[in-house]
């Protein structure tokens, strides 16, 4: 019985103790907008120095696909959209916690080029006269090509550059594109031109009527709902924002979408 007994409480205190080490790291898992990869690299190093019983996971990609991946059930604890539509919608069907949504970033459009551009050239004309290739995000699917359709449509060039547009899948692989070559003109985010050492000019572009406003939230179904509010306090606090703005991106913390 003694033996018993004793068997009984190693059991238990192994079993306690793979329970304490499953439980040391809570992974918090984040859906990011493909334009936020370099600065949230830079947070997750910070955070979790800050908080290092959280491990941050991160799954980066177009907003609308990381929205579509959580209307069919992904596991995800922490949306970052680039897409205030997208975000709108998850709230709308109730997929994100009340109250938890808010803006902590703005970006903006830049046509940039891997070679010179003639910046003293006005901007629809140096877009619709040049031979090059311009990448683009996809219109219909990418947040930065619905703001860049936008934007050319006001310019009245949308038009004429058909058959000189390459499709993009997200914010990230219109850079790739200028970046190796495949393109000589892009249309992309500002964070992204400035994250890069490959290319020649940068040059704004008007969006319209639409900002382009970052909203983050928590998942209604989520688990970890302190982590997740940690993360997001860590976001919008004064030194989240510097690093938003060290990376290219302009601080829009604390206004609700």
């Known amino acids: 019985m003694r033996k018993l007994i004793v068997f009984c409480s190693a059991v238990l205190l192994l079993s306690s103790c793979d329970k304490t080490s499953a439980d040391s790291s809570d992974e918090l898992f984040i859906s990011s907008a493909s334009s936020l990869t370099d600065v949230m690299q830079q947070v997750e190093t910070e ?7 959280v491990d941050l996971v991160f799954n980066f990609g177009s907003s609308s696909k ?42 903006r459009l830049v046509l940039a080029s891997s070679g010179p551009i ?50 993009a899948k997200d914010a990230r692989q219109v850079l790739s594109y200028l970046e190796s070559g495949n393109a000589g003109m892009g249309i992309l985010y500002a964070s992204d031109a400035i994250g890069s050492d490959r290319l020649d000019t940068v040059i704004d572009i008007p969006v319209g009527n639409e900002q ?11 688990k970890k709902s302190k982590a997740a509010e940690a993360f997001l306090t860590f976001l919008t606090s004064e030194h989240g924002r510097q690093l938003l703005e060290d990376f290219g991106f302009a601080s829009n913390e604390g206004e609700d979408d």
């Open 47 to 53: 955070f979790e120095r800050k908080h290092p019983e």
């Open 66 to 107: 990381l929205r579509n991946q959580i209307q069919q059930g992904a596991p995800v604890d922490v949306f970052l959209s680039a897409s205030a539509q997208d975000m709108k919608i998850l709230e709308e069907e109730g997929a994100m916690k009340d109250g938890s949504v808010q803006s902590f970033a703005a970006n």
């Open 118 to 167: 003639d910046e003293g050239v006005e901007l629809s004309s140096q877009i619709k006269n040049s031979e090059d290739i311009i990448a683009i995000g996809e219109p219909e699917s990418v947040p930065l090509g619905f703001y860049t359709k936008q934007s050319l449509e006001q310019l009245g060039i949308w038009e004429s550059l058909d058959g000189r547009m390459i499709y």
């Open 212 to 222: 382009i406003v970052y909203p983050a939230g928590i998942l209604a179904e989520t």
